[in-house]
Protein backbone atom coordinates (compact mmCIF):
# COMPACT_ATOMS: atom_id res chain seq x y z
CA UNK A 1 0.00 0.00 0.00
CA UNK A 2 3.01 2.36 1.03
CA UNK A 3 6.20 1.84 0.95
CA UNK A 4 8.33 1.63 4.68
CA UNK A 5 5.22 1.67 5.99
CA UNK A 6 7.08 -0.18 9.33
CA UNK A 7 9.70 2.20 9.58
CA UNK A 8 6.31 5.08 9.30
CA UNK A 9 5.22 3.08 12.40
CA UNK A 10 8.41 3.13 14.05
CA UNK A 11 8.26 6.76 13.72
CA UNK A 12 4.89 7.17 15.24
CA UNK A 13 5.67 5.05 18.20
CA UNK A 14 8.51 6.82 19.50
CA UNK A 15 6.31 10.19 18.87
CA UNK A 16 3.70 8.63 20.79
CA UNK A 17 5.90 7.23 23.66
CA UNK A 18 7.66 10.41 23.71
CA UNK A 19 4.41 12.59 23.70
CA UNK A 20 2.68 10.42 26.62
CA UNK A 21 5.78 10.53 28.40
CA UNK A 22 5.60 14.60 28.33
CA UNK A 23 1.97 14.56 29.09
CA UNK A 24 2.70 12.13 32.09
CA UNK A 25 5.04 14.62 33.92
CA UNK A 26 5.34 17.89 35.29
CA UNK A 27 9.30 18.47 34.63
CA UNK A 28 11.57 17.95 31.15
CA UNK A 29 15.45 17.13 32.87
CA UNK A 30 18.03 16.24 30.07
CA UNK A 31 21.34 15.64 31.26
CA UNK A 32 24.82 15.58 29.81
CA UNK A 33 26.28 12.01 29.08
CA UNK A 34 29.54 12.66 29.51
CA UNK A 35 29.20 15.08 32.81
CA UNK A 36 26.15 14.33 34.03
CA UNK A 37 25.42 18.62 34.33
CA UNK A 38 21.74 19.03 33.35
CA UNK A 39 21.22 20.76 30.35
CA UNK A 40 16.94 21.45 30.29
CA UNK A 41 15.57 21.94 33.65
CA UNK A 42 12.34 22.78 32.84
CA UNK A 43 8.62 23.06 34.23
CA UNK A 44 6.66 21.47 31.89
CA UNK A 45 2.93 21.20 33.96
CA UNK A 46 -0.04 22.04 32.16
CA UNK A 47 -0.96 25.77 32.26
CA UNK A 48 -4.73 26.90 32.68
CA UNK A 49 -5.83 29.98 32.12
CA UNK A 50 -7.35 33.02 34.11
CA UNK A 51 -10.65 31.74 33.29
CA UNK A 52 -10.19 28.14 34.47
CA UNK A 53 -8.01 29.18 37.69
CA UNK A 54 -9.49 32.20 38.75
CA UNK A 55 -7.10 35.07 39.40
CA UNK A 56 -6.41 38.50 38.51
CA UNK A 57 -6.94 41.23 35.70
CA UNK A 58 -5.56 44.56 35.60
CA UNK A 59 -6.10 47.52 33.29
CA UNK A 60 -3.60 49.80 32.92
CA UNK A 61 -3.61 53.14 31.21
CA UNK A 62 -0.50 55.60 30.46
CA UNK A 63 -0.99 58.28 33.29
CA UNK A 64 -0.72 61.28 30.28
CA UNK A 65 -3.31 64.00 29.40
CA UNK A 66 -5.28 62.47 26.33
CA UNK A 67 -3.24 64.41 23.44
CA UNK A 68 -0.01 63.36 24.45
CA UNK A 69 2.02 61.62 22.12
CA UNK A 70 2.82 57.85 23.74
CA UNK A 71 4.98 56.22 20.66
CA UNK A 72 4.42 52.13 20.16
CA UNK A 73 8.28 51.21 21.81
CA UNK A 74 7.77 53.14 25.32
CA UNK A 75 4.12 50.86 25.71
CA UNK A 76 6.14 48.08 24.70
CA UNK A 77 9.29 48.49 26.95
CA UNK A 78 6.73 49.31 30.02
CA UNK A 79 4.70 45.70 29.27
CA UNK A 80 8.09 43.95 29.62
CA UNK A 81 9.20 46.04 32.37
CA UNK A 82 6.00 44.66 33.91
CA UNK A 83 5.96 41.41 32.78
CA UNK A 84 9.48 41.50 34.76
CA UNK A 85 8.29 42.64 38.33
CA UNK A 86 5.72 40.46 38.23
CA UNK A 87 7.78 37.54 37.30
CA UNK A 88 9.97 38.59 40.72
CA UNK A 89 7.17 37.83 42.53
CA UNK A 90 6.46 34.35 41.17
CA UNK A 91 3.87 34.85 39.17
CA UNK A 92 5.47 32.74 36.01
CA UNK A 93 1.88 32.25 33.74
CA UNK A 94 1.04 35.99 33.67
CA UNK A 95 0.10 37.35 30.53
CA UNK A 96 0.58 41.24 29.93
CA UNK A 97 -0.26 42.89 26.29
CA UNK A 98 -0.46 46.31 24.85
CA UNK A 99 -3.71 46.88 24.34
CA UNK A 100 -4.54 49.76 21.56
CA UNK A 101 -2.20 53.42 21.92
CA UNK A 102 -2.30 53.79 25.88
CA UNK A 103 -3.73 50.34 27.76
CA UNK A 104 -2.12 47.65 29.20
CA UNK A 105 -3.83 44.24 30.25
CA UNK A 106 -2.17 42.02 32.72
CA UNK A 107 -3.82 38.79 33.59
CA UNK A 108 -2.61 36.72 36.34
CA UNK A 109 -3.67 33.06 36.44
CA UNK A 110 -3.97 31.33 39.50
CA UNK A 111 -3.02 34.16 42.07
CA UNK A 112 -3.34 34.24 45.32
CA UNK A 113 -1.77 37.65 46.58
CA UNK A 114 -3.92 39.96 44.13
CA UNK A 115 -2.55 43.12 46.33
CA UNK A 116 0.68 42.53 45.65
CA UNK A 117 0.83 42.38 42.36
CA UNK A 118 -1.39 45.38 42.37
CA UNK A 119 0.79 47.25 44.52
CA UNK A 120 4.08 45.92 42.28
CA UNK A 121 2.25 47.82 39.39
CA UNK A 122 1.13 50.48 40.55
CA UNK A 123 4.81 51.23 41.87
CA UNK A 124 5.56 52.51 38.31
CA UNK A 125 9.20 53.29 39.06
CA UNK A 126 9.57 56.23 37.22
CA UNK A 127 12.54 58.50 37.37
CA UNK A 128 13.07 61.77 36.77
CA UNK A 129 15.72 64.26 37.29
CA UNK A 130 14.00 67.69 38.26
CA UNK A 131 15.45 71.02 37.95
CA UNK A 132 15.19 72.29 41.94
CA UNK A 133 16.36 75.34 40.87
CA UNK A 134 18.30 77.75 43.96
CA UNK A 135 16.28 75.70 47.07
CA UNK A 136 16.62 71.81 47.47
CA UNK A 137 13.41 70.10 47.97
CA UNK A 138 13.14 68.08 51.18
CA UNK A 139 13.72 64.15 50.70
CA UNK A 140 9.83 62.42 50.85
CA UNK A 141 8.39 65.53 49.39
CA UNK A 142 5.81 64.18 46.75
CA UNK A 143 5.85 66.96 43.98
CA UNK A 144 4.11 67.69 40.64
CA UNK A 145 6.61 67.90 37.43
CA UNK A 146 5.74 68.65 33.79
CA UNK A 147 6.88 65.03 32.19
CA UNK A 148 4.10 64.33 29.84
CA UNK A 149 2.44 67.79 30.42
CA UNK A 150 2.90 71.26 28.51
CA UNK A 151 3.24 73.29 31.47
CA UNK A 152 2.75 76.69 30.57
CA UNK A 153 5.84 78.28 32.75
CA UNK A 154 8.85 74.96 32.93
CA UNK A 155 11.13 77.27 34.67
CA UNK A 156 11.26 76.55 38.86
CA UNK A 157 9.87 78.60 41.49
CA UNK A 158 11.88 79.67 43.80
CA UNK A 159 9.37 78.89 46.79
CA UNK A 160 8.00 75.64 46.49
CA UNK A 161 4.40 75.09 46.93
CA UNK A 162 1.95 72.29 46.08
CA UNK A 163 0.87 73.85 42.91
CA UNK A 164 4.39 74.17 41.55
CA UNK A 165 5.74 72.50 38.67
CA UNK A 166 8.99 70.84 38.57
CA UNK A 167 10.92 70.96 35.03
CA UNK A 168 11.96 67.29 34.47
CA UNK A 169 15.63 67.31 32.56
CA UNK A 170 15.60 63.38 31.44
CA UNK A 171 13.90 60.23 32.88
CA UNK A 172 14.85 56.78 34.33
CA UNK A 173 14.66 55.86 30.03
CA UNK A 174 18.15 57.14 29.57
CA UNK A 175 19.73 54.89 32.30
CA UNK A 176 22.31 52.48 30.82
CA UNK A 177 23.62 50.89 34.19
CA UNK A 178 22.75 51.36 37.55
CA UNK A 179 24.75 49.61 40.59
CA UNK A 180 24.94 50.00 44.44
CA UNK A 181 28.23 51.84 45.82
CA UNK A 182 29.80 53.09 48.62
CA UNK A 183 31.59 56.47 49.11
CA UNK A 184 35.42 56.20 49.69
CA UNK A 185 35.25 58.50 52.05
CA UNK A 186 32.02 58.61 54.03
CA UNK A 187 31.42 55.04 53.96
CA UNK A 188 27.59 56.37 52.84
CA UNK A 189 25.63 53.80 50.22
CA UNK A 190 24.84 55.48 47.18
CA UNK A 191 23.48 53.65 43.62
CA UNK A 192 25.92 54.61 41.32
CA UNK A 193 24.20 55.07 37.35
CA UNK A 194 25.22 55.97 33.74
CA UNK A 195 23.71 57.19 31.26
CA UNK A 196 23.30 56.15 27.66
CA UNK A 197 24.23 58.71 24.72
CA UNK A 198 21.47 60.71 24.48
CA UNK A 199 20.84 61.45 28.43
CA UNK A 200 25.00 62.01 28.45
CA UNK A 201 24.64 65.02 26.25
CA UNK A 202 21.14 66.70 27.98
CA UNK A 203 23.08 65.90 31.54
CA UNK A 204 26.44 67.25 30.16
CA UNK A 205 24.72 70.12 29.18
CA UNK A 206 22.52 71.04 31.99
CA UNK A 207 24.81 70.36 34.39
CA UNK A 208 27.58 73.38 32.64
CA UNK A 209 24.66 76.04 32.69
CA UNK A 210 23.39 75.25 36.19
CA UNK A 211 26.36 75.00 38.24
CA UNK A 212 25.62 76.11 41.95
CA UNK A 213 21.86 75.27 41.34
CA UNK A 214 19.59 71.66 42.59
CA UNK A 215 18.97 68.64 41.07
CA UNK A 216 16.41 66.75 42.37
CA UNK A 217 16.43 63.07 42.12
CA UNK A 218 12.26 62.02 42.03
CA UNK A 219 10.99 58.48 41.83
CA UNK A 220 7.11 58.04 41.48
CA UNK A 221 7.08 62.17 41.82
CA UNK A 222 8.78 61.38 45.31
CA UNK A 223 11.91 63.12 46.19
CA UNK A 224 14.93 61.04 47.07
CA UNK A 225 17.73 63.59 47.06
CA UNK A 226 18.42 66.89 45.93
CA UNK A 227 21.85 67.22 45.36
CA UNK A 228 24.04 70.77 44.16
CA UNK A 229 25.59 70.28 41.20
CA UNK A 230 29.10 71.45 41.95
CA UNK A 231 30.39 71.30 37.97
CA UNK A 232 29.50 69.95 34.59
CA UNK A 233 29.17 66.07 34.13
CA UNK A 234 30.56 65.56 30.66
CA UNK A 235 30.77 61.99 31.27
CA UNK A 236 26.78 60.70 31.94
CA UNK A 237 27.77 59.06 35.22
CA UNK A 238 26.68 59.75 38.78
CA UNK A 239 25.39 58.74 42.11
CA UNK A 240 21.81 59.27 44.01
CA UNK A 241 22.41 59.70 48.07
CA UNK A 242 19.27 58.95 50.24
CA UNK A 243 20.28 57.68 53.84
CA UNK A 244 20.02 54.14 52.09
CA UNK A 245 20.46 50.69 53.56
CA UNK A 246 21.84 48.09 51.41
CA UNK A 247 18.67 46.65 51.39
CA UNK A 248 16.58 49.81 50.43
CA UNK A 249 20.21 50.66 47.62
CA UNK A 250 19.53 47.43 46.10
CA UNK A 251 15.54 47.57 45.84
CA UNK A 252 16.02 50.98 44.11
CA UNK A 253 18.81 49.44 42.07
CA UNK A 254 16.96 46.57 40.48
CA UNK A 255 13.64 48.62 39.96
CA UNK A 256 15.98 51.09 37.94
CA UNK A 257 18.02 48.84 36.28
CA UNK A 258 14.80 46.54 34.96
CA UNK A 259 11.99 48.65 35.98
CA UNK A 260 12.40 51.73 34.93
CA UNK A 261 9.30 52.89 32.98
CA UNK A 262 9.65 54.74 30.07
CA UNK A 263 5.82 56.23 30.86
CA UNK A 264 3.41 56.88 34.13
CA UNK A 265 0.79 53.96 34.33
CA UNK A 266 -2.09 53.89 36.63
CA UNK A 267 -4.66 50.66 37.05
CA UNK A 268 -8.19 51.85 35.66
CA UNK A 269 -10.03 48.65 36.32
CA UNK A 270 -9.21 45.26 38.18
CA UNK A 271 -11.15 42.37 38.14
CA UNK A 272 -10.86 39.40 40.26
CA UNK A 273 -12.60 35.62 39.09
CA UNK A 274 -12.88 33.10 41.64
CA UNK A 275 -11.30 29.67 41.30
CA UNK A 276 -14.67 27.69 42.22
CA UNK A 277 -15.72 29.34 38.73
CA UNK A 278 -12.83 28.37 36.92
CA UNK A 279 -12.81 24.92 38.09
CA UNK A 280 -16.63 24.78 36.74
CA UNK A 281 -16.18 26.03 33.71
CA UNK A 282 -12.87 23.10 32.97
CA UNK A 283 -15.62 20.58 34.07
CA UNK A 284 -18.14 21.36 32.21
CA UNK A 285 -15.91 21.88 29.18
CA UNK A 286 -14.05 18.60 29.93
CA UNK A 287 -17.95 16.33 30.23
CA UNK A 288 -18.90 18.45 26.97
CA UNK A 289 -15.92 17.62 25.08
CA UNK A 290 -15.69 13.97 26.28
CA UNK A 291 -19.37 13.78 25.30
CA UNK A 292 -18.57 15.06 22.11
CA UNK A 293 -15.49 13.07 21.34
CA UNK A 294 -17.82 9.52 22.17
CA UNK A 295 -20.27 10.37 19.96
CA UNK A 296 -17.54 11.35 16.87
CA UNK A 297 -16.01 7.64 17.72
CA UNK A 298 -19.25 5.63 17.41
CA UNK A 299 -19.81 7.22 14.26
CA UNK A 300 -16.75 6.67 12.75
CA UNK A 301 -16.18 3.65 13.77
CA UNK A 302 -19.91 2.43 12.31
CA UNK A 303 -20.29 4.70 9.43
CA UNK A 304 -16.58 3.88 8.13
CA UNK A 305 -15.64 0.21 9.79
CA UNK A 306 -12.20 -0.54 9.52
CA UNK A 307 -11.14 3.11 8.30
CA UNK A 308 -13.10 4.71 10.58
CA UNK A 309 -11.37 2.46 13.31
CA UNK A 310 -8.11 3.70 12.37
CA UNK A 311 -9.07 7.18 12.32
CA UNK A 312 -10.15 7.20 16.23
CA UNK A 313 -6.68 5.12 17.06
CA UNK A 314 -5.25 8.37 14.61
CA UNK A 315 -7.49 10.89 16.69
CA UNK A 316 -6.23 9.74 20.12
CA UNK A 317 -2.82 9.38 18.95
CA UNK A 318 -3.67 13.21 17.95
CA UNK A 319 -4.77 14.25 21.34
CA UNK A 320 -1.56 12.88 22.95
CA UNK A 321 0.93 14.81 20.48
CA UNK A 322 -1.10 17.75 21.13
CA UNK A 323 -1.13 17.94 24.86
CA UNK A 324 2.87 17.00 24.81
CA UNK A 325 3.25 20.28 21.90
CA UNK A 326 1.26 22.44 24.38
CA UNK A 327 3.05 21.72 27.26
CA UNK A 328 6.15 21.70 25.62
CA UNK A 329 6.01 25.33 23.91
CA UNK A 330 4.44 26.42 27.54
CA UNK A 331 0.87 27.22 26.08
CA UNK A 332 -1.78 28.49 28.28
CA UNK A 333 -5.20 26.73 27.74
CA UNK A 334 -8.15 29.16 28.26
CA UNK A 335 -11.75 27.84 27.30
CA UNK A 336 -11.79 29.80 24.11
CA UNK A 337 -8.40 27.50 23.36
CA UNK A 338 -10.08 24.24 24.16
CA UNK A 339 -12.30 25.60 21.91
CA UNK A 340 -9.86 25.98 19.51
CA UNK A 341 -8.94 22.46 20.03
CA UNK A 342 -12.17 20.80 19.60
CA UNK A 343 -12.42 22.69 15.97
CA UNK A 344 -9.23 21.74 14.87
CA UNK A 345 -9.95 18.07 16.62
CA UNK A 346 -13.07 18.62 13.50
CA UNK A 347 -10.40 18.95 10.88
CA UNK A 348 -8.40 16.27 11.39
CA UNK A 349 -11.88 14.37 11.22
CA UNK A 350 -12.91 16.24 7.82
CA UNK A 351 -9.51 15.14 6.78
CA UNK A 352 -10.10 11.57 7.01
CA UNK A 353 -13.59 11.75 6.31
CA UNK A 354 -12.86 13.40 2.80
CA UNK A 355 -10.05 10.49 2.18
CA UNK A 356 -12.40 7.65 3.17
CA UNK A 357 -15.30 8.79 0.59
CA UNK A 358 -13.04 9.12 -1.88
CA UNK A 359 -11.79 5.83 -0.56
CA UNK A 360 -15.38 4.18 -1.01
CA UNK A 361 -16.44 6.06 -4.31
CA UNK A 362 -13.30 4.28 -5.86
CA UNK A 363 -14.08 1.07 -4.56
CA UNK A 364 -17.68 1.76 -5.60
CA UNK A 365 -16.16 2.34 -9.11
CA UNK A 366 -15.03 -1.48 -9.52
CA UNK A 367 -11.01 0.02 -9.19
CA UNK A 368 -8.95 -2.24 -6.68
CA UNK A 369 -8.46 -2.04 -2.79
CA UNK A 370 -4.41 -1.00 -3.70
CA UNK A 371 -5.38 1.38 -6.27
CA UNK A 372 -8.53 2.67 -4.55
CA UNK A 373 -6.39 3.62 -1.20
CA UNK A 374 -3.50 5.22 -3.20
CA UNK A 375 -5.90 7.47 -5.25
CA UNK A 376 -7.83 8.33 -2.32
CA UNK A 377 -5.75 10.39 -0.50
CA UNK A 378 -3.90 12.01 -3.77
CA UNK A 379 -7.35 12.90 -4.96
CA UNK A 380 -8.60 14.16 -1.76
CA UNK A 381 -5.77 16.05 -1.06
CA UNK A 382 -6.30 19.08 -2.90
CA UNK A 383 -9.65 19.92 -0.67
CA UNK A 384 -7.26 19.35 2.82
CA UNK A 385 -4.90 21.44 1.55
CA UNK A 386 -7.10 24.36 0.47
CA UNK A 387 -10.01 23.95 3.50
CA UNK A 388 -6.38 23.61 6.53
CA UNK A 389 -4.28 26.80 4.91
CA UNK A 390 -7.94 28.74 4.84
CA UNK A 391 -8.16 27.92 8.34
CA UNK A 392 -4.17 28.68 9.30
CA UNK A 393 -4.53 32.26 7.42
CA UNK A 394 -7.86 33.06 9.43
CA UNK A 395 -5.79 32.09 12.66
CA UNK A 396 -3.04 34.50 12.08
CA UNK A 397 -5.60 37.53 11.52
CA UNK A 398 -7.46 36.24 14.77
CA UNK A 399 -3.99 35.76 16.78
CA UNK A 400 -2.89 39.79 14.97
CA UNK A 401 -5.67 40.95 16.13
CA UNK A 402 -6.32 39.56 19.36
CA UNK A 403 -2.26 40.39 20.23
CA UNK A 404 -2.84 43.97 18.31
CA UNK A 405 -6.00 44.94 21.16
CA UNK A 406 -5.80 42.95 24.11
CA UNK A 407 -8.00 40.53 23.53
CA UNK A 408 -6.71 37.56 25.07
CA UNK A 409 -10.12 35.40 24.00
CA UNK A 410 -9.15 35.26 20.58
CA UNK A 411 -5.56 35.11 20.55
CA UNK A 412 -6.15 31.94 22.73
CA UNK A 413 -8.77 30.59 20.47
CA UNK A 414 -6.21 31.32 17.27
CA UNK A 415 -2.90 29.81 18.57
CA UNK A 416 -4.73 26.69 19.91
CA UNK A 417 -6.42 26.28 16.58
CA UNK A 418 -3.62 26.60 14.70
CA UNK A 419 -1.13 24.23 16.60
CA UNK A 420 -4.45 21.69 16.29
CA UNK A 421 -4.83 22.44 12.66
CA UNK A 422 -0.93 21.73 12.04
CA UNK A 423 -0.72 18.35 14.07
CA UNK A 424 -4.35 17.21 12.41
CA UNK A 425 -2.84 17.62 9.18
CA UNK A 426 0.31 15.29 10.49
CA UNK A 427 -2.30 12.91 12.17
CA UNK A 428 -4.72 12.47 9.33
CA UNK A 429 -2.25 12.32 6.24
CA UNK A 430 0.79 10.00 8.12
CA UNK A 431 -0.69 8.35 11.18
CA UNK A 432 -3.90 7.63 9.41
CA UNK A 433 -2.76 6.68 6.43
CA UNK A 434 0.13 3.85 8.20
CA UNK A 435 -2.15 2.29 10.39
CA UNK A 436 -4.72 1.90 7.73
CA UNK A 437 -2.21 0.68 5.24
CA UNK A 438 -0.81 -2.20 7.96
CA UNK A 439 -3.85 -3.19 8.83
CA UNK A 440 -5.06 -4.03 5.62
CA UNK A 441 -1.75 -5.73 4.81
CA UNK A 442 -2.59 -7.62 8.23
CA UNK A 443 -6.07 -8.32 7.99
CA UNK A 444 -6.62 -8.72 3.93
CA UNK A 445 -10.26 -8.22 4.30
CA UNK A 446 -12.31 -9.99 1.36
CA UNK A 447 -15.85 -8.57 2.08
CA UNK A 448 -15.41 -4.95 1.13
CA UNK A 449 -19.20 -4.00 2.16
CA UNK A 450 -18.65 -4.71 5.82
CA UNK A 451 -15.14 -3.46 6.14
CA UNK A 452 -15.62 -0.74 4.47
CA UNK A 453 -19.57 0.04 4.43
CA UNK A 454 -19.59 0.48 0.60
Excluded: C
Aim: proline fraction near 4%; glycine fraction near 8%; aromatic fraction near 8%.
Amino acid sequence: MIQNAYNRLIIILAILALGLWIDLNDTLILYNPFNDQRLIDRNISTRLGLDLRGGLQVLLEADLPENADIDAESMETARRILENRTNALGVSENVLQVAGDRLIVGEFPGLEQAQDVLATIQQTGLLEFVDAGDIPLPAGLVIQTDFGVQADNETPIDEPAESTIYHTVMTGSDLLRVNVTRDQFTGEILVAFELKPNGTDIFATYTAANIGKYLSIVLDKQVISSPVIQGSIPDGSGTISGNFTNDSANALAVQLRYGSLPIPLKVVETRIIGPTLGEDSLNRSLRAGLIGIIIVILFMGIYYRLPGIMANISIIMYAIILLAVFKLIGVTLTLPGIAGIMLSTGSALDANILVFERLKEELRNGKTLKQSFGQAWTRAWPSIRDSNIAILITSGILYWFGNTFGATIVKGFSLTLAIGVLISLFSALYITRTLLALALEWFKPKNLERWFGI
